[in-house]
């Protein structure tokens, strides 16, 4: 009895042979070539979709939870310089003595570009500013290591504010740390806490002073 010659089947040709017709083995042989690619592509695809998803995902995240912004001006010195750039957060954030806080002042009814300035008093704490140049809250003298040795806190000429002064309730006192040239709570007043983007947490910029700041 003559042996059966193996098949020969052009892949070409495959589609026109009926599926029952095509012998085992190149049944196999084809389907087998077939899934493989199409297994790899299908996965490299869920893959990437779940990539795509999880950076937008944590794209919105930050972009609500975390804020960056810039100094500009001298009021900060030497704590944050001009042009000095931060990260900052306002989830869950209730404002606290020696806190920075970004916020946008109301002045004369028109809302200004953001402020960086620190917490001095919150909610029920009674501030004086003295002529001799110091701080004294509840009638204690603030401790206050993060201003320069020279620095000296006095009233504003021609400023409204009176001390001592008893912070009303959703407000807070302020004061940048450069106390000889800054524009805070002794110019304008205290603060509305609805008016504060939240605290300053971390320096990004400039590069040698990356890190978080008190």
């Known amino acids: 009895m003559p042996e059966k010659e193996d098949v020969v089947i052009n892949e070409n040709e495959l589609e026109n042979f009926p599926e ?50 810039y100094v500009d001006g001298p009021s900060m010195n030497s704590t944050m310089l001009n042009g000095d750039r931060y990260i900052v957060s306002g989830l869950f954030y209730t404002p606290k003595v020696g806190d920075i806080v970004v916020f ?24 004086d500013v003295t002529i001799d140049g110091e701080v004294y809250i509840d009638g204690i003298l603030l401790d206050e290591p993060y201003l ?18 008893t912070v009303q309730p959703g407000e807070v006192f302020v004061m940048g740390d450069n106390r000889l040239d800054s524009k805070d709570s002794r110019n304008i007043g205290c603060i509305d806490t609805r008016k504060i983007l939240g605290k300053v947490l971390f320096r990004f910029f400039p590069i040698d002073k990356i890190g978080p700041i008190d």
């Open 20 to 69: 029952e017709s095509i012998p085992t083995k190149v049944r196999k042989k084809e389907n087998g070539k077939q899934a493989q690619p199409n297994s790899l592509l299908k996965d490299f695809i869920e893959i990437a979709d779940a990539v795509i998803v999880a950076v937008v995902a944590a794209i919105l995240v930050l972009s609500l939870v975390f804020r960056t912004g």
């Open 104 to 127: 946008q002042p109301e002045i004369g009814g028109e809302d200004y570009s953001l402020w960086v300035k620190r917490v001095i008093a919150t909610e029920g704490q009674t501030v």
């Open 148 to 165: 320069d040795s020279h620095q000296k806190t006095y009233p504003k000429a021609y400023s409204k504010v009176q001390f001592p002064l």
